[in-house]
């Protein structure tokens, strides 16, 4: 093929691909600006705030610099993948399983029981459904918008951290498979019969290639030495497993969070020991592009308009968020043994404002519920709008004291 045969190929992109390009091109000047603004702040807004802030000016509802299309969208959907696999590495099962796990999925419950009753009192002309999708959004928590932000601030290994990281997994996972049974299309056995079929899949996905590394030694070896070279294996294969899983868990008409975090306990069981190389080039690839444009555009999504017109609603749902999901978890944490081991007020104080910082749960329930006539697209932008809300404004609250700050050593990104 000729040169003069290539030209009209490139001539002829559409008008989709070059407004994706456009859009992706203000959203990679929003992740250049954003270390400069967060430096700027000596460090008072974390990365994520300055992301959503910027996604939000940059979106359709202000300057109307870029859209969120289908090729946007795909960037979106491996960036909130990629979160959620990252969270699941850092959650250890065995704490799920002890005390402090069981105690934080006890309160979980209590919210949404709590959220439940109170939803179907200011909408009882509504449907059991529309409730059910209001309370699982008041009730979630933002484990891998977290994740970050614990990780700059040097608390990820910390009593509070490993706090926040169980209550984190918990907020995710439980409105998540709140979800899957509660505002089906199915009936919930049926539900519950997909759930375990997607588990099931998830558990063949991650034996029988695990199998097939340590039995074949030319598998191994070529995975082991493509490691450190251009090949790059050990991520390649990472990709392939989220992937795989996020198809799963959309094929079996489930949320994609699912497959992300069944991928990223796998990846957490099945990683080799003290490959640190691996863990920093997983972290970069994410944290580097893919995250980034996932908060961007959570912010592109807020729809200002629908938010100013109704601002009282909005500090209601803040007000509603903040008191029933942060309110329970620092009772259960003043008054009750739940094994996390806090014992200042004020570190009590911000595993509450953490537990209730929440998006990514929101986006997806509210989603649903306006796919599904639940709930009216108006009350849907100003649920996503006061989770956005929330993560400008607790983890800024929940922030360590200076001289705390300093004493902690950082921690690598």
């Not at 509802?61 to 946007?72: M, N, R, T, W, Y």
């Amino acid at each position: 093929m000729t040169v003069m045969e290539l030209v009209p190929l490139s001539a002829s992109a559409s008008p989709t691909s070059d407004t994706a390009l456009l859009s992706m091109f203000w959203i990679g000047c929003v992740l250049v600006v954003s270390p400069v603004l967060v430096r700027a702040s000596r460090g008072l807004l974390p990365d994520v705030v300055v992301l959503l802030a910027l996604g939000c000016l940059i979106g359709p509802s202000v300057l109307a610099l870029a859209e969120v299309g289908p090729g946007v969208g795909l960037v979106r959907e491996l960036g909130l993948g990629l979160l959620f696999l990252l969270a699941g590495t850092e959650i250890d099962p065995a704490t799920l399983r002890a005390r402090q796990g069981r105690q934080a999925a006890l309160t979980w419950l209590l919210c949404l029981v709590l959220a439940l009753g109170l939803a179907w009192a200011l909408i009882p002309d509504e449907s059991l459904a529309a409730a059910i999708v209001l309370a699982i959004a008041v009730t979630s928590t933002a484990l891998g918008t977290l994740l970050p932000i614990l990780k700059d601030r040097g608390q990820l290994d910390s009593p509070l951290g490993t706090s926040v990281l169980t209550h984190g997994a918990v907020g995710e996972l439980m409105p998540v498979l709140a979800m899957a049974l509660l505002l089906s299309t199915r009936s919930t056995w049926v539900s519950a019969g997909v759930l375990l079929a997607f588990f099931a899949v998830a558990a063949l996905v991650a034996v029988v290639p695990h199998r097939l590394v340590m039995r074949v030694p030319g598998i191994r070896a070529a995975l082991v030495e493509g490691a450190d070279t251009t090949a790059q294996t050990a991520i390649r294969v990472t990709f392939w497993l989220l992937l795989t899983l996020m198809a799963a868990a959309s094929v079996f008409e489930l949320d994609v969070v699912l497959g992300a975090f069944a991928a990223g306990f796998i990846v957490r069981a099945v990683r080799p020991r003290g490959f640190e190389a691996y863990e920093e080039r997983l972290e970069g690839a994410a944290y580097g592009f893919f995250v980034p444009v996932f908060f961007v555009t959570s912010g592109m999504n807020v729809d200002v308009e629908a938010v100013v017109e109704q601002p009282l609603l909005l500090v209601a749902l803040l007000v509603m968020i903040l008191a029933l999901r942060g309110g329970p978890v620092w009772l259960r944490e003043r008054f009750t043994r739940t094994g996390s081991g806090l014992t200042e007020p004020a570190d009590r104080l911000r595993l509450a404002l953490y537990s209730a910082t929440g998006l990514p749960i929101i986006v997806a329930v509210t989603e649903l519920g306006v796919a599904r006539d639940l709930i009216p697209g108006e009350l849907a932008a100003v649920l996503v709008a006061a989770g956005a809300v929330t993560v400008l404004v607790f983890p800024f609250l929940a922030r360590p004291a200076p001289a705390t700050s300093a004493a902690q050593p950082g921690t690598r990104r």
